[in-house]
């Protein structure tokens, strides 16, 4: 009876096993989709974020489940103890960029920085996108990030209403993703947005101007041997209908979905990068805590009895000494 209730409390307990480097066996070649249109077989990981992230985060789920990947949702916590290295894609919502980066602190920061540049590929929106870029000047002020994929900065579009709908051309000569069946223009949600510029010595592959200004809207780069695409307008809301999973910005007219766009641009980084998942070799488990993975399956109790009492002691007991 003992070994047996010991043998269910094993199974019962999740691997938590981490580190901050990847098993050395995640540099193999990538291959692409199963089928080689949608995302299937492929992990995506977004942050949780916070309060202003919900519906951003939402609408990402919610798309890259249109795409058939697998999507997982990471809190700081899981980022610092490696469960990037569980999906070849990872995506920041919107929000704040000092907010997003202070709650990611310095040792998350530093995870994304290492698992891109062994081969990830990371999506931005609006905040986190301007996050991914070394320097802001935005409102009358510079910020530097910390995160910093991309050396260069974002600067704030001022021609603009704070919140509205426009246009932008897309870059179908692009030398990045293969954009030449995409249509020239996209309607897109602004919301007090930016424009990037690379630094000197900085490589950007440019999808995406505003129409209004000709200035890059969206952008693309490598990092290490990862790659970035970051977009300061909206591309995950469906503005005026519903697969996106929230209300958000419904009451605005869009006539047509960025969705399709970006299941071409999500492949190409993903394709253009080194495979970095291996959920054999790093079984983290998204979403918890060590404390959480060693909550005890009580149900031993009503099987074991005084029993099982005494198995969970001497468990305990092993545990405390390990």
Same mark, same amino acid.
């Given at each position: 009876?003992?070994?047996?209730? !010991?043998? /269910?409390?094993?199974?019962? =307990? ?53 795409? &058939?990947?697998?999507?997982? =949702?990471? &809190? ?11 999906? @070849? ?17 310095? %040792?998350?920061?530093?995870?994304? #920085? ?19 870029? #070394? ?15 991309? +050396? ?10 704070? /919140? ?24 897109? /949600? ?12 900085? +490589?950007?592959? !440019?999808?995406?101007?505003? *129409?209004? =200004? ?23 809301? @469906?503005? %005026?209908?519903?697969?996106?999973? *929230? ?19 999500? #492949? ?9 998942? &291996? ?8 979403? *918890? ?34």
């Amino acid at each position: 009876m003992i070994v047996i209730l !010991f043998v /269910l409390f094993v199974n019962s =307990v999740p691997n938590i096993t981490s580190s901050a480097n990847p098993p050395p066996t995640l540099r193999a070649a990538h291959s692409t989709t199963e089928n080689g249109i949608d995302l299937t077989g492929i992990r995506v990981g977004i942050y949780e974020g916070y309060y202003r992230s919900e519906a951003s985060r939402t609408a990402l789920i919610s798309m890259f489940e249109w795409m &058939n990947a697998t999507v997982n =949702v990471f &809190n700081s916590t899981d980022i610092i103890n490696g469960s990037l290295w569980s999906c @070849e894609l990872f995506a920041i919502p919107e929000g704040l960029g000092p907010t997003l980066e202070s709650r990611l602190t310095p %040792d998350g920061l530093q995870a994304i #920085r290492e698992w891109v540049a062994a081969g990830g590929s990371y999506i931005g929106v609006r905040g986190s996108a301007a996050m991914a870029v #070394r320097y802001s000047y935005f409102e009358g002020s510079y910020t530097e990030f910390n995160l910093a994929l991309i +050396e260069g900065t974002s600067y704030e579009i001022t021609e603009m209403e704070p /919140l509205e709908m426009t246009n932008v051309s897309i870059n179908r000569a692009c030398v990045g993703p293969d954009l030449s069946e995409m249509p020239s223009n996209l309607s897109v /949600l602004f919301e007090t947005g930016r424009y990037i510029l690379p630094a000197e010595g900085q +490589e950007l592959i !440019f999808i995406a101007n505003y *129409t209004h =200004v000709g200035l890059p809207a969206m952008v693309a780069s490598y990092y290490g041997e990862g790659t970035v695409f970051i977009s300061s307008p909206h591309f995950e809301y @469906e503005e %005026d209908g519903d697969r996106d999973g *929230t209300e958000y910005y419904d009451r605005y007219d869009d006539p047509d979905s960025e969705w399709p766009f970006m299941l071409t641009i999500s #492949r190409w980084l993903i394709e253009s990068s080194p495979t970095v998942c &291996n959920i054999t070799e790093w079984p983290y488990t998204p979403s *918890t805590t060590p404390e959480e993975n060693l909550k005890f399956p009580f149900e031993i109790l009503l099987v074991g009895g005084g029993v099982g009492i005494a198995v969970i002691l001497v468990i305990a007991i092993y545990i405390r000494r390990k």
